[in-house]
């Protein structure tokens, strides 16, 4: 997440100055038909989707970063290192997967000419380490080459820790140390320390890259380094990714003096200033202009002015949608609270947050392991087994889990007996209400609970799986809805570049997403889920402590599947 989100102007509709017919008409087309586009810097891939002004959905787009661009060789989009706690992701992987979706979009017919603002959001905590000099570099791409081979000597880092990464511990512990303990942390942070949060990857790569850290000019998020990707130039941190830092103070949404102290001194200079989500942050590099956007006009014969920008645009923000569920990569379930925070759409609210590890990519290795590869397979699995599946429980943690910090598999029979294996339809059931269990034995932890009028708003890939969704109906007891695109965080990003283009009038973001189509019904819970996974959320709780209090196996093994 979260989600925040960069944007800026793309310039305004240039001025011909000799045109031939056929130019003439596109530029009709262009003026009278604007789009938007949302960008997403996902775990997995990049995603766009664009949208016409009344939020139609015109174009959608991605690069898988595993087959898409298998020489960076990751599983997932990330690299899993041997301690099993360290995972990054290749910097220049996310750059060229920048220049194959233009590429693709390009192909797909969109017309860049319409193209009158754009946003985005990416994997939340992702660092990224700029080398000296490329800020320079940034400012005077060449037209003529793509991205990737223009930023090649551009970062520090070649690997970028990401926020499946769970190797910092000694770092949280220091951190929280030098802020009076965890609590103390939290007030000032929203969170107390987690491994996975920025500041304490800083601190760690401060101390095992002595070198690199030193040869860094400045060290953006995913969002922000996506941002300086089009602004050609540095992007500003917002207020809701920087809530991910374990450094921003919330409440007064500067630095914290004692958290970067703690990380590494002078640490301000390489993040710059925080900007409200919501900030202009500049028109679209001319690189991108030139090359991307307006090359085949160009070719065309077309002689345009040098872009200019006007108006002012507005950016950031998470998702868009408040109660929720997440079921990508990883899984989040959110909403309005002030406990471990992060600051959404409106800067002066706070959302709570809770991150779940072993998401999408765990039930894809269930899927293998019981269903043959095949979700059709899986799906069935959960319709032939009953709700309560016959008093098995598991928890299925492949990586170190952050909610709970937990690792491994875990089953358990109807009498509490630690068992070795399911069948493979009830290790697909048992897979599925633990994970969903587990969000709300956490989420009531924190205060939430399910009240009459209570909905769950399902997002994310695994949103398409109406079998995925009734298990997720039953556990919460309540009814689940979706929105037609699960790229949620793609459309809300599109959504955030049209505002950006009316908020000067006044207009809130909640007025521009009036006209957007309402989520739909899409599982209602079973009559008898109530009595049974109100029974069964006591027992998973009390299995849960016991998991916790086994022995976590050497990070050399630490996963066990
Ligand atoms: P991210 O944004 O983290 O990359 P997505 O929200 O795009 O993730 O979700 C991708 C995941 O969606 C894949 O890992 C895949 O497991 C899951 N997925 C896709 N289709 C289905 C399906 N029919 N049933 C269950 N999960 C699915
Ligand atoms: C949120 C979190 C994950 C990532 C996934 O705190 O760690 O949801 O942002 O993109």
Not at 300 to 310: A, D, F
Not at 520 to 545: C, D, I, N, S
Request: net charge neutral.
């Amino acid at each position: 997440m979260c989600y925040c989100l960069f944007k800026y102007f793309t310039p305004a509709p240039p001025v011909c100055v000799c045109v031939c017919v056929r130019a003439c008409s596109m530029m009709a087309a262009a003026q009278d038909s604007p789009v938007y586009l949302g960008f997403d810097f996902s775990t997995q891939q990049l995603k766009v989707v664009a949208i016409d002004e009344n939020l139609n959905v015109v174009h959608q787009n991605n690069v898988q970063f595993d087959s898409e661009l298998p020489e960076f060789r990751t599983q997932g989009g990330v690299h899993i290192h041997g301690d099993r706690l360290t995972v990054t992701s290749p910097v220049l992987m996310w750059v060229k997967a920048l220049d194959l979706l233009l590429d693709k979009v390009k192909r797909a017919g969109l017309d860049f000419s319409r193209v009158r603002a754009l946003s985005g959001s990416g994997q939340q905590h992702g660092s990224v380490y700029w080398r000296r000099g490329a800020s320079e570099t940034l400012q005077n791409l060449d037209p003529d080459q793509d991205l990737h081979q223009l930023l090649q000597g551009s970062f520090s880092l070649r690997d970028c820790p990401v926020w499946m990464d769970s190797s910092s511990s000694q770092q949280c512990e220091d951190l929280q140390a030098a802020a009076g303990g965890a609590l103390r942390l939290a007030h000032i942070t929203g969170s107390r320390a987690y491994e996975r949060f920025t500041g304490n990857q800083i601190a760690k790569l401060r101390r095992t890259r002595p070198d690199e850290f030193q040869d860094t000019e400045r060290i953006s998020l995913v969002s922000s380094f996506a941002a300086s990707l089009f602004l050609g130039g540095y992007a500003a941190i917002d207020y809701s990714d920087g809530s991910g830092m374990n450094l921003l103070d919330i409440r007064s949404r500067t630095w914290s003096e004692i958290c970067l102290e703690a990380t590494t001194p002078h640490l301000d200079r390489l993040l710059g200033a925080p900007l409200p989500s919501t900030s202009v942050l500049g028109p679209v590099s001319s690189y991108f202009v030139w090359t991307r956007f307006l090359r085949e006009l160009q070719r065309g014969g077309l002689h345009w002015r040098q872009p200019r920008v006007s108006g002012r645009n507005e950016a950031p923000a998470g998702r868009h949608r408040v109660t929720r569920s997440s079921c990508g990569s990883s899984s989040l379930a959110r909403r309005w609270r002030v406990t471990s925070s992060v600051i959404p759409v409106d800067w002066r609210a706070f959302m709570a947050l809770l991150c779940f590890k072993n998401g999408s990519l765990t039930r894809e290795r269930i899927r293998n392991k019981c269903a043959g590869g095949s979700w059709e397979l899986f799906s069935a699995a959960l319709r032939d087994t009953p709700l309560g599946n016959n008093g098995n429980i598991g928890f299925y943690f492949d990586s170190m889990e952050i909610t709970p910090p937990a690792v491994g598999v875990h089953r358990f029979d109807s009498d509490d007996n630690k068992v070795s294996s399911l069948s493979p339809a009830e290790e697909v059931r048992a897979l599925l209400e633990g994970q969903f269990l587990s969000r709300r034995l956490h989420a009531e932890r924190l205060g939430y609970s399910i009240i009459p009028g209570t909905r769950v708003l399902a997002t994310g890939g695994a949103s398409s799986n109406q079998e995925i969704l009734q298990v997720l109906s039953d556990v919460f007891n309540a009814p689940v809805y979706t929105i037609d695109v699960s790229n949620s965080a793609c459309l809300g990003s599109a959504y955030r570049a049209l505002h950006a283009l009316v908020a000067e009038s006044g207009a809130s973001f909640f007025d521009v997403v009036k006209k957007a189509p309402e989520p739909q019904l899409v599982a209602t819970p079973h009559p008898t889920a109530q009595e049974v996974y109100g029974q069964m959320l006591k027992r998973f709780a009390r299995l849960e402590e016991r998991v916790l209090q086994e022995p976590r196996p050497l990070s050399s093994s630490n996963q066990s599947v």
